[in-house]
């Protein structure tokens, strides 16, 4: 029976560590995603028409 147990907590850790893993690894991915084809900065605002005084 206590195999079992020890079983379980090393599946718990092992289940923790990669799930930390996995996190590090979707920040990094996301990061490169950003280097490499960023958000396109926003459209300046359109010009008003001006009136002409001449």
Excluded: C, I
Excluded at 25 to 52: C, G, N, V
């Amino acid at each position: 029976m206590r195999a079992l147990s020890d079983l379980v907590e090393r599946r718990d850790a092992l289940h923790d560590a990669l799930r930390t893993h996995r996190s590090a690894l979707d920040s990094y991915f996301q990061a490169l995603r950003e280097a490499f084809h960023p958000t396109p900065p926003a459209p300046p605002p359109s010009p008003t028409p001006q009136e002409s005084t001449r």
